[in-house]
């Protein structure tokens, strides 16, 4: 079966871009690469393929807020995992089992 494992996921760029330079200046983007359109099209094409999002809660370059947002709005197949006390970087490290886990189940 196949799975799906993500690390510190963004709900969209522009909503990314939001709370780094502020809504204005975000709809300059070009691109705004959106997970939810992402998931959905997972959803669609393979039905039944299980998501794994893994975050660290102290993640100050995107807020563990997105990722969780992602998991609450596609609950039949997204699992969020917090890694309590992980930023951007050490939640590869803090989580290393658990993300392998999620891999291999």
Same mark, same amino acid.
């Given at each position: 079966m196949q799975r799906v494992v993500v690390i510190a996921a963004f709900t969209t760029l522009r909503e990314e871009a939001a709370t780094v330079v502020g809504g204005? @200046? =975000?709809h300059l983007l070009i691109e705004n690469?959106? &997970?939810r359109e992402n998931l959905a099209e $997972? *959803?669609?094409r &393979?039905? +039944?393929t299980p998501v794994a999002i893994f975050h660290g809660t102290n993640d100050e370059v995107i807020p563990v807020r997105m990722s969780r947002e992602l998991s609450?709005?596609?609950p039949a197949f997204v699992k969020f995992h917090p890694v309590a006390g992980a930023d951007h970087v050490s939640v590869l490290n =803090? *989580? *290393?089992n658990e $993300? @392998? +886990?999620a891999m291999n189940e």
């Amino acid at each position: 079966m196949q799975r799906v494992v993500v690390i510190a996921a963004f709900t969209t760029l522009r909503e990314e871009a939001a709370t780094v330079v502020g809504g204005r @200046l =975000s709809h300059l983007l070009i691109e705004n690469y959106d &997970n939810r359109e992402n998931l959905a099209e $997972i *959803a669609k094409r &393979n039905p +039944g393929t299980p998501v794994a999002i893994f975050h660290g809660t102290n993640d100050e370059v995107i807020p563990v807020r997105m990722s969780r947002e992602l998991s609450d709005e596609f609950p039949a197949f997204v699992k969020f995992h917090p890694v309590a006390g992980a930023d951007h970087v050490s939640v590869l490290n =803090s *989580a *290393a089992n658990e $993300i @392998l +886990g999620a891999m291999n189940e």
